[in-house]
């Protein structure tokens, strides 16, 4: 395991506690070629270092992941003014083959059982980015755990390749990166 893994486990629980969703930008390349980026809510940075985010498989998101699977997650952390930033393939988790009750990735459902009533509930709203529906039915508030989620949730797994640590805290600040070659590289101190 790399030192940065541990570090940025540890921003992430001082900066947003227990409670509050850890907040990233994931950025994407859509067909044309143009730059994506969104506001998303990591659900794990695994002991591997792997960022876990739920998603929607009828979003852009997802099909641009599909398309292209690379990406790069950023957690700014204002309070501690750090950023790190996460480069790294991307695959995507979902249904079994067979639109079977047991995910192919078991953190697929165990990130669907620790996800709150009013968060499950989005993945049962119209399809994302389609013409708004009227229907205030259309919109569940909650939706508990039930068997399982439904075939559109998904889990994107960002693993790592390169990872940079940018603290503005201290002066001069400090940037460190770690890259993966077979095995985590020390960390190189960088020119902010």
């Known amino acids: 395991m ?3 893994i541990d570090e940025l486990r ?3 629980t001082r900066e ?3 409670g509050k969703p850890q907040v990233c930008t994931m950025a994407t390349v859509d067909r044309a070629g143009a730059p994506r980026a969104r506001t998303v809510v990591c659900r794990r940075v695994s002991a591997d ?3 876990h985010v739920v998603s929607d498989a009828r979003t852009e998101k997802n099909e641009q992941v599909k398309a292209a699977p690379q990406t790069e997650v950023v957690f700014w952390l204002p309070a501690a003014r750090e950023q790190y930033r996460v ?3 991307i695959r995507v988790a979902g249904p079994a083959p067979g639109g079977g009750p047991t995910s192919p ?3 697929r459902d165990e990130l669907w059982r620790a996800m709150s009533d009013p968060a499950r509930a989005l993945f049962y709203w119209p399809t994302p980015g389609a013409r708004r529906s009227d229907e205030p039915a259309a919109f569940p508030k909650a939706a508990g755990p039930g068997d399982g989620p439904p075939p559109n949730f998904e889990v994107l797994v960002v693993r790592p390749k390169r990872v940079e640590h940018l ?3 201290v002066h001069p600040h400090r940037r460190r990166r770690w890259l993966l070659a077979g095995k985590w590289s020390a960390a190189a101190e960088l020119n902010p």
Do not use: K, R, Y
Request: no cysteine; charged share 15%.
């Open 105 to 107: 990735d078991p953190a």
């Open 87 to 89: 480069l790294g393939s």
């Open 49 to 51: 270092g792997a960022v």
């Open 167 to 169: 603290q503005l805290a």
């Open 2 to 4: 790399s030192e940065w």
């Open 16 to 18: 947003f506690g227990d």
């Open 10 to 12: 540890a921003a992430l």
